[in-house]
């Protein structure tokens, strides 16, 4: 790639301050073209892109694999279609199935509700695990149905093909919690999948009922 050659001294004052003069077109005279490829089209790259419509889940079945140390799973205004329900997740390892892996799980949330101006920060002891093989939650305390009502965020799976650690994750939402005491809902949930197998699918879905609407996007991370 070419290079930016000014003289110093002339295109800086005393005070170290930039003269007008130092920004030219002429200071791009000795600019060659980028050679191909020196510009990455960035670090992060969409794998998938799913869309509920009455969806009892939502599967990522293929697309996790050795190719990217890290998956970012999107969430774009996931609406339920039982209020009050709650979204989570399950994995597969490698040649199981079920989504049944061993999960031990920490979550917290602050909150604050609009008509009652009601906040606080706090554990939930709810929305964890130790060595359990449910589906975890992703989002604290349901999500309200109203049709102005949604939750969006992301989860973070690391290195699900390494075959000699567990497998750690981190969901970071957020929701309007339901009817009758509307409020925003900070969401911070972690933990690992208790297995050195590699991870190869992960599923989402509500505690009761379906995903009413919502995308979620998988990407890989170089």
Known sequence: MGTITRTFANNIT???VFKPTAFNNASFDNVTAVPSGAVEGGNMVLLSTQTASASASISF????DSTYKEYMFVFNNIHPATDGAFFTFQANASGESGFNETITSTMFRAFHIEVSDA??????TSGDQAQGTSYNQIFFDGISNGSDSSGSGTLHLFNPSNTTFVKHFIANTMHMN????????????AGYF???SAITE?????????????????????
Not at 61 to 64: A, K, P, W
Not at 119 to 124: A, E, F, I, K, N
Not at 202 to 222: C, E, R, S, Y
């Open 14 to 16: 005393t005070s170290g």
């Open 61 to 64: 079945t293929t697309g996790i």
């Open 194 to 196: 208790n297995t050195t």
């Open 119 to 124: 906040s606080g920060l706090g554990y939930q």
């Open 202 to 222: 992960i599923d989402f879905k509500m505690t009761t009922g379906n995903i009413d609407a919502g995308t979620i996007q998988m990407f890989g991370i170089l």
């Open 178 to 189: 339901p009817t009758g005491g509307e409020g925003a809902i900070h969401s911070f949930a």
